[in-house]
């Protein structure tokens, strides 16, 4: 039995009914990878928010927080721990504390032999004699190294503060019999200054100047393991950072 021809206008309606439901169908398919990428992406904001914030967060803050706010469901073991940290800071605190009253009670009372005690003899080695502040100064150095501190000479400019580290080496190989090897970084403008002061005020130390090129370096640096290769090596911040692994193998005493 024959079909009966449709119209044209049924077909062309059946057609775009087909063609909507196709639109149909891409825009849930759209619509469902869209609420998908939102969801990824909301939880990446989240596990990024979660890192900053744990890197922002002080863990020991966050633990002594939880054990004051709920201290019956903490664990023995998180308290234990808790009062032995707070223990060791309340001792580092101390003994800081005692440092800095030291440190303070060393400190000169005047620039001038006649205001403050100075109880250091001027090094034998050096071959000028030293102001009466540079004196001073080489006493409250001489202090400091004796109670294993450590101190900044904060003179201004020109007032000889090369002079007085100068003057505190020539008082450990006079009086301590320490003759080195010390090391003195400095900044690179005035590396060869030190090599010119270390030769004009004590001329008895064997002084390396450490710089040049790679295989100059190298070529200084042939048999300075040896005991009494040099007494002071003058280097720059950046060759004792480059070369970091040689300047390892050698016992420096300052």
Known sequence: MD??????ADVEMESEQ?????EEDEDDNLTGSEDELGSSESEA????????????TDP???TSSSLTTD????????ATTSSNSEIKDEEADKKMNDVAALAESIQPKGYTLESTSVVTPVPFLLQFPLREYQHVGLDWLVTMYERGLNGILADEMGLGKTIQTISLLAHLACEKGIWGPHLIVVPTSVLLNWEMELKKWAPGFKVLTYYGSIKE??????????PNSFHVCVTSYKLAVQDHQSFRRKAWRT
């Open 18 to 22: 087909g063609d909507s439901d196709d």
């Open 60 to 62: 020991t803050t966050s």
């Open 45 to 56: 904001d989240l596990e990024t928010d979660s890192g900053l914030s744990s890197l922002l």
């Open 217 to 226: 370096r190298k070529a200084k640096r042939q048999g300075w393991t040896k």
């Open 71 to 78: 201290p019956a469901s903490a664990a023995p073991g998180m």
């Open 3 to 8: 079909t009966p021809p449709q119209d044209e």
